[in-house]
């Protein structure tokens, strides 16, 4: 069951570019080890223009979400490294419009925004500025659609499909 008031919707215009993505997740501390929790039940590929969610597993045939569960770790992972505490993560749900709003960028943006938001984590001024301008500039990148964001360096990774 997820509890919607753990839902986080980041959503913004910039320079005539749309920029959203709705993160739930449930977090708390570990004593041992950061851990990832992907328990995704979403709906999947709703129709252009509908919002989608990361389904629990792909279907042949349909869209799939193997980039936005990637940038989601990726995100968290970032933050991870931000912070000396440990934690538990469960991934419930992410919603988004494919293809029109939503990119892994933005989707990875999201993540580390929930995480922030839940745990009372403070990123520098410098690093949220650099990481909002990476974000921003993502629908700039040629395939914005299947790049996988690296937070850390603020750079692009190739999706390896034979993963």
């Known amino acids: 069951m997820i509890d919607e008031k753990?839902?986080?919707?980041?959503?913004?215009?910039?320079?005539?570019?749309?920029?959203?993505?709705?993160?739930?997740?449930?977090?708390?501390?570990n004593d041992n080890q950061n851990e990832i929790i992907e328990e995704y039940d979403g709906k999947g590929w709703g129709g252009m223009g509908n919002?989608?969610?990361?389904?629990?597993?792909?279907?042949?045939?349909?869209?799939?979400?193997?980039?936005?569960?990637?940038?989601?770790?990726k995100g968290l992972e970032f933050v991870f490294s931000k912070t000396d505490t440990k934690w538990t993560v469960k991934i419930k749900k992410v919603e988004g419009l494919i293809a029109t709003d939503t990119n892994p960028?933005?989707?990875?943006?999201?993540?580390?925004?929930?995480?922030?938001?839940?745990t009372n984590l403070e990123l520098d001024f410098d690093t949220s500025r650099k990481i909002?301008?990476?974000?921003?500039?993502?629908?700039?990148?040629?395939?914005?659609?299947i790049k996988i964001p690296n937070f850390t360096?603020?750079?692009?990774e190739d999706d390896d499909f034979n993963e």
């Open 51 to 73: 919002f989608v969610s990361i389904p629990a597993k792909d279907e042949p045939g349909k869209a799939h979400f193997r980039n936005w569960r990637k940038a989601v770790i």
């Open 132 to 145: 909002e301008d990476f974000t921003f500039k993502s629908w700039e990148v040629k395939n914005s659609d």
């Open 105 to 118: 960028t933005i989707v990875g943006y999201a993540a580390i925004l929930a995480f922030c938001r839940q």
């Open 153 to 156: 360096d603020l750079k692009y």
């Open 6 to 29: 753990l839902d986080y919707r980041w959503q913004k215009i910039k320079n005539g570019k749309p920029f959203l993505a709705i993160m739930n997740l449930e977090i708390s501390k």
